[in-house]
């Protein structure tokens, strides 16, 4: 079955980095565009960024363009979401996500149909 796990969250100061990976199993990874999205308490879920099976094609939300990277290695089975500069408003549980096969777009939640349990990123001024 489909499993997707989460790690490298935890506290960090506000200009640090973290760097999170998703493992993936179950299923053809490198046939299947990736995202990462996020949840902040009260708010509801967000997308990231996403990238394409291929590792080149990428995309960002506007909030994290230019301080956080993604990429992906598909013989490690991994997404992975390099995190710089990171703000207090980055604060929030973050997902990953495998995209829903036929789904014209990339960049909603209901475009995408297996999920992580999330890891805690907080930040902290």
């Known amino acids: 079955q489909v499993q997707l796990v989460e790690s490298g969250g935890g506290l960090v100061q506000a200009g640090g980095s973290l760097r999170l990976s998703c493992a993936a199993s179950?299923?053809?990874?490198?046939?299947?565009?990736m995202g990462w999205f996020r949840q902040a308490p009260g708010n509801e879920r967000e997308f990231v960024s996403w990238?394409?099976?291929?590792?080149?094609?990428?995309n960002y939300a506007d909030s994290v363009k230019g301080r956080f990277t993604i990429s992906r290695d598909n013989a490690k089975n991994t997404v992975y979401l390099q995190m710089n500069s990171l703000k207090r408003e980055d604060t929030a549980v973050y997902y990953c996500?495998?995209?829903?096969?036929?789904?014209?777009?990339?960049?909603?939640?209901?475009?995408?149909?297996?999920w992580g349990p999330g890891t805690q990123v907080t930040v902290s001024s």
């Open positions: 179950g299923y053809t990874f490198s046939n299947y565009l």
């Open positions: 990238i394409h099976w291929n590792g080149v094609s990428t």
């Open positions: 996500a495998r995209r829903r096969p036929g789904s014209v777009s990339s960049s909603r939640s209901v475009d995408y149909d297996y």
